[in-house]
């Protein structure tokens, strides 16, 4: 069993930075292809950016590619979204997601088998 539990949320203003953390308590994180998703009141969740367990291959949603980094720290269990150039259609709760299955595509939710439970993000105008 994994627990994931996200962190790093807030609120900033438009143009700013955070950085979100995402913390598993299971065994064998290395293993685990991440993704991270989120979801705006009234809206279905999207994908955000997933990073591949095996050399660390990464992928980003159009709408955040170039100004998002996904990375992962494996000795301490943690996957990280270092997100910069906010505004305020980033608004949204934000979730973890983990899955050991090997996968054609990142970008689907139904992919992943563990979710943490979620951590807000408010970009102010």
């Known amino acids: 069993q994994v627990q994931l539990v996200e962190s790093g949320g807030g609120l900033v203003q438009a143009g700013g930075s955070l950085r979100l953390s995402c913390a598993s308590s299971?065994?064998?994180?290395?293993?685990?292809?991440m993704g991270w998703f989120r979801q705006a009141p009234g809206k279905e969740r999207e994908f955000v950016a997933a990073?591949?367990?095996?050399?660390?291959?990464?992928y980003y949603a159009d709408s955040v590619k170039g100004r998002s980094t996904i990375s992962r720290d494996n000795a301490k269990n943690t996957v990280y979204l270092q997100m910069s150039g906010l505004t305020p259609e980033d608004t949204a709760v934000y979730y973890c997601?983990?899955?050991?299955?090997?996968?054609?595509?990142?970008?689907?939710?139904?992919?992943?088998?563990?979710w943490g439970q979620g951590t807000q993000v408010t970009v102010s105008s």
């Open positions: 990073i591949k367990w095996i050399g660390g291959t990464t």
């Open positions: 299971g065994r064998s994180f290395s293993l685990y292809n």
């Open positions: 997601a983990a899955t050991p299955r090997p996968l054609t595509t990142y970008s689907n939710d139904n992919d992943y088998q563990y």
